[in-house]
């Protein structure tokens, strides 16, 4: 089985790694390839995909800047990548399947953290693909009120008109508001690639979080980025990237395998990646 990653700036990502490991838990030989456009020219994202579908891989998955390109495509969509309009995992049959395992991914590490509790008032900070998937997961949580912080006006302003189809309460907010936003809500999630290896830095900028606020950081490169440094100081709950890079790798490595591995078995796998990432990442 023939899978790979698209993006840029990947070249510090563990995918490899996680699927390779899953590969070797559920014996299911594959390969599995970065394809990082960062400084590459000649090949576009589309030209990219089709190269890959052409020889013979099972699918790939999406990243930074990619994830809203990717679902135009796609032939056939599933309901989440339908409704958030991006797409992190490409399945190639006759057909190329969109699917949104950040979406899932999520759901399971928030209720892998909080139980059933419903989330209240959270800041999610930047509007791309991760930020759709994950401003959806939280209205599927029926959450109480979402402020956005996205610099760019028109995506901010899409992807709220595009929460007020399902009901989920979502405003827009500048810089000028941040400071008093912060001081309002429950919970921070940082869907911008500030804080990465090669986008340094905290998405908050000067402003400090507060001992009350839980932290969640889709940034994983590093596991402990300067916004959860920010948290962990001030005594806050911090929340790394590494459990959504966990949880969404288990569910894409599953539809990369369809029926050949059981869902309960896969689950089972959770416990001991998290010991071993948080081991090799988290310091």
Same mark, same amino acid.
């Given at each position: 089985?023939?899978?790979?990653?698209?993006?840029?700036?990947?070249?510090?990502?563990?995918?490899?790694?996680?699927? %390779?490991?899953?590969?070797?838990?559920?014996?299911?030989?594959?390969?599995?390839?970065?394809?990082?456009? %960062?400084?590459?020219?000649?090949?576009?994202?589309?030209?990219?995909?089709?190269?890959?579908?052409?020889?013979?891989?099972?699918?790939?998955?999406?990243?930074?800047?990619?994830?809203?390109?990717?679902?135009?495509?796609?032939?056939?969509?599933?309901? #989440?990548?339908?409704?958030?309009?991006?797409?992190?995992?490409?399945?190639?049959?006759?057909?190329?399947?969109?699917?949104?395992?950040?979406?899932?991914?999520?759901? %399971?590490?928030?209720?892998?953290?909080?139980?059933?509790?419903?989330?209240?008032?959270? &800041?999610?900070?930047?509007?791309?693909?991760?930020?759709?998937?994950?401003?959806?997961?939280?209205? #599927?949580?029926?959450?109480?009120?979402?402020?956005?912080?996205?610099?760019?006006?028109?995506?901010?302003?899409?992807?709220?008109?595009?929460?007020?189809?399902?009901?989920?309460?979502?405003?827009?907010?500048?810089?000028?508001? &941040?400071?008093?936003?912060?001081?309002?809500?429950?919970?921070?999630?940082?869907?911008?690639?500030?804080?990465?290896?090669?986008?340094?830095?905290?998405?908050?900028?000067?402003?400090?979080? #507060?001992?009350?606020?839980?932290?969640?950081?889709?940034?994983?490169?590093?596991?402990?980025?300067?916004?959860?440094?920010?948290?962990?100081?001030?005594?806050?709950?911090?929340?790394?990237?590494?459990?959504?890079?966990?949880?969404?790798?288990?569910?894409?490595?599953?539809?990369?395998?369809?029926?050949?591995?059981?869902?309960?078995?896969?689950?089972?796998?959770?416990?001991?990646?998290?010991?071993?990432?948080?081991?090799?990442?988290?310091?």
């Amino acid at each position: 089985m023939k899978l790979g990653l698209i993006g840029k700036n990947i070249q510090s990502s563990k995918a490899p790694d996680i699927h %390779k490991r899953l590969g070797n838990l559920f014996n299911i030989p594959l390969s599995y390839q970065i394809f990082d456009l %960062k400084d590459n020219n000649k090949i576009d994202f589309s030209d990219q995909l089709l190269k890959l579908k052409n020889t013979g891989f099972t699918g790939v998955n999406i990243t930074f800047p990619f994830k809203e390109e990717s679902i135009k495509y796609a032939d056939l969509i599933n309901q #989440s990548s339908l409704n958030v309009k991006s797409s992190n995992t490409l399945i190639f049959k006759e057909n190329i399947i969109a699917e949104n395992t950040d979406y899932t991914g999520f759901l %399971k590490s928030y209720e892998f953290h909080f139980k059933k509790n419903k989330p209240k008032k959270i &800041l999610v900070l930047g509007g791309g693909g991760v930020g759709r998937a994950i401003t959806f997961a939280l209205g #599927s949580l029926d959450v109480e009120h979402i402020y956005l912080y996205e610099k760019d006006e028109f995506k901010g302003k899409s992807l709220i008109k595009d929460l007020e189809l399902f009901e989920i309460n979502c405003a827009l907010i500048n810089c000028k508001q &941040l400071e008093k936003i912060i001081s309002e809500v429950q919970g921070i999630v940082n869907c911008t690639p500030v804080g990465h290896y090669d986008f340094p830095g905290c998405p908050l900028g000067e402003l400090i979080p #507060s001992n009350h606020h839980w932290i969640f950081d889709v940034v994983y490169t590093p596991a402990k980025t300067d916004l959860l440094k920010k948290g962990e100081q001030v005594g806050a709950k911090i929340i790394s990237g590494i459990d959504l890079f966990i949880f969404q790798a288990l569910d894409s490595f599953l539809l990369f395998c369809e029926e050949r591995v059981d869902k309960n078995q896969i689950s089972k796998q959770m416990h001991f990646l998290r010991q071993h990432y948080f081991k090799v990442l988290f310091n």
